[in-house]
C-alpha cells in the first residue's frame, strides 16, 4: 500500500549545534597547591608562604603540559625567571623558528634555564605559592568568561594554614578571576580578613566596593590594627591580555608582588 503524500511523517526534532557543544564539555579538576611544604622531608621545617599566587583555572596548554601557566607565551614563568634569577626557556617558536617578541626584554641568558620543576622549586623556596581560583568548572576552551559551573578551591582553608605569614594574594588574570573571586568567596570577602591592597586602584576597583558590601551584609566589626590579607587585582600574565607590553606586565608584578614578597622573605629570615 502506498503513503498518501499529503501525510507527511513527522520530522525529528533537531538539537541545536550549542546544546551539543555543551553535552560534550567536560568537567575539569585544577592541581593541587603549590608550596615549599610539598617539597620538604619530614623533619625540615618548609619556608613560610607570604604570597599566594592563584590563577583562574588551568589552560587547555596547562593541563597539555601539567604545568602552571603552561602556555609558551604566558609571562607568569619569564617574569619570575626574571624576578628571582632564571630563564624559563630559549623562546624559540617551534612553529616558526624564531624567537618570541618578550624574548628581547628577558634579563637572563640561556645558561640560566632551568626545567619547570627547578623553576618551582626556586618559587617556592622564596615563599610564594600557588594554586588556582576554581577548582572544577566547565569550559569550552581556555578564556576565563567561558568558565560555567565553577567550584572553588578551599583557599580559605589554605590561608587559615598560612595564618600570621601570609601577606597577600594575587590575581594573575585581572579583573575575569577577580570577578571569580567576588563571586566565589563572598563569605570570605566579609569576614574581615582581607582587604583591597591600599592605594592600588585596580585592586581598590576590583575588590573595596564587595568587601564593604558583605561585612556589611554579615555585620562584621573589625577590630582596630587587626591583621587584612592584601587582595592584589594584577595585570594578567594570560597571552590574552594582549593590551599590556611584556615590560608593563614585569614592571607591575615585579613592584607589587616580587619586591615586597623577597622583604617578607628577608625579614622571615632575619
Known sequence: MELSLSKKRPLKKKKSPGKARKANIPTTTS??????????EDGIE???VHTLILGTHPSIKSFEEEQYFGH???AFWWIAGDCLGFRRATGISPSTGKQYELTKFIRH?????IPYGEQTKELVKNGFALWDIVSQCERPGSLDQDIKNAKPNNLREFAQEHYGTLRRIVIANG????????????????????QALPGHEPSEKAFSKAIEREERRQNIEVPM?????DLICAIGVSPAAAKYSYEDKRSMWEQYVYEPGLADFALQNS
Open 225 to 229: 590594627g587587626h591583621k587584612k590579607i
Open 46 to 48: 618548609p619556608v613560610k
Open 175 to 194: 579583573g575575569t578571576g577577580c570577578t571569580l573571586f567576588v563571586r566565589l568567596f563572598k563569605d570570605w570577602l566579609g569576614s574581615g580578613e582581607l
Open 31 to 40: 592541581f593541587g597547591p603549590l608550596c615549599h611544604a610539598r617539597f620538604v
Open 109 to 113: 641568558g640561556e645558561d640560566r634555564i
Open 72 to 74: 609558551p607565551l604566558n
